[in-house]
């Protein structure tokens, strides 16, 4: 059975480990219809477009998507 020769110092041990949890940046794609960035194989969060078709419909600046009070 392997055994180490040396310790290890808490230092090089914990550096190792860390390794582990590293986060990675977000990947983006520009869309092709409007140019926003967005993540990849998702509709477009700006124009609602994926892959040449209208998927989403995206309501104008001025509009309100709620509901009005009764």
């Known amino acids: 059975m392997a ?4 310790k290890l110092s808490r230092s ?3 550096m190792r480990r860390a390794n582990h949890d590293r986060i990675s ?5 520009n869309c092709s219809q409007c140019g ?11 124009c609602g477009v994926y892959r040449g078709r209208q998927v989403v419909e995206i309501a104008a600046e001025g509009e ?3 509901q009005p009070a009764k």
């Open 3 to 6: 055994v180490p020769k040396k």
């Open 36 to 46: 926003e960035p967005m993540p990849p194989h998702r509709a477009c969060p700006s």
């Open 64 to 66: 309100s998507t709620e």
């Open 25 to 29: 940046a977000v990947t983006l794609t």
């Open 12 to 14: 090089r041990r914990d």
